[in-house]
């Protein structure tokens, strides 16, 4: 059990170390945040708080993109598998804490191994017709029962060959379409109200502080230094999450 003082102030530190993070490197707000408040309470509160913050910077990240129309056109059919999915799946995350938080550990892993490997896939023009709704279940499920939505979505958006700025807002798009399914999801188990909705826009500031200080940061580091460091915490925070259900 933790004290309500301990929890604020990990929330604090959580939601302005995931701002820092989203703000270097363009995603992660969710990731990071979510695995380091899953300790101090479940995934499910974890994921609720985090509602306001994540749909809001990635609002902003999708609108500030040039090429919405057209991404939307592209991706529409992997997000109108996702949306649905996720909400569904939901019900996963607000139900088992012990395995929401081993499965949300062993996706931080993946997450972390596919970036250190450097694995990149290649999805011919061909293939998104099938593939793309077979992606869009995938990410819904993991979205759903974990609330971290960057897998398989980003895997699939370096595969069919965007480039860096239709790669951002894609990545805002696909979120914010994640996160609006999930809040639906999560209210609909009763995980998501009126109290836990008023504690997600106060968690909008240190997320705010902390994007901002990352923008700032990004211009004075070098970022494969910054993505090295970011991908071996993820492992080991993914690691702790997986593991101590079983310890």
């Known amino acids: 059990m933790h004290d309500t003082s301990s929890i604020v102030v990990v929330a604090a530190v959580a939601l302005l170390l995931a701002g820092v993070v989203k703000g270097i490197v363009g995603l992660g707000l969710p990731t990071v945040a979510i695995g380091l408040l899953s300790v101090v309470m479940t995934p499910s509160e974890a994921a609720a708080l985090l509602l306001v913050p994540t749909i809001v910077t990635n609002v902003w990240q999708l609108a500030m993109g040039p090429n919405l129309v057209a991404l939307t056109r592209r991706l529409w059919v992997m997000l109108a598998t996702s949306a649905p999915v996720t909400f569904i799946a939901a019900g996963f995350l607000a139900g088992s804490t012990e395995r929401a938080s081993m499965a949300l550990g062993v996706v931080l892993i993946c997450y972390a191994a596919i970036g250190l490997a450097r694995i990149k896939l290649i999805a011919p023009a061909w293939s998104e017709p099938w593939?793309?709704?077979?992606?869009?279940?995938?990410?819904?499920?993991v979205t759903g029962a974990t609330g971290v939505m960057a897998l398989p979505a980003v895997a699939y958006f370096q595969a069919i060959g965007l480039d860096k700025e239709d790669m951002i807002q894609a990545l805002g798009l696909s979120f914010t379409v994640s996160m609006l399914a999930l809040a639906g999801g999560l209210a609909r188990e009763?995980?998501?109200?009126?109290?836990?909705?008023?504690?997600?826009?106060?968690?909008?500031?240190?997320?705010?502080?902390?994007?901002?200080?990352g923008q700032w940061v990004r211009l004075r580091?070098?970022?494969?230094?910054?993505?090295?460091?970011?991908?071996?915490?993820?492992?080991?925070?993914?690691?702790?999450?997986?593991?101590?259900?079983?310890?």
């Open 131 to 141: 593939l793309a709704p077979a992606i869009g279940v995938a990410t819904g499920v």
């Open 190 to 213: 009763g995980v998501f109200h009126g109290s836990t909705f008023a504690a997600s826009l106060l968690a909008l500031a240190p997320a705010s502080v902390g994007m901002l200080a």
């Open 221 to 247: 580091i070098h970022p494969e230094i910054f993505r090295i460091y970011f991908l071996v915490g993820l492992l080991g925070l993914g690691a702790h999450l997986a593991l101590r259900t079983v310890i």
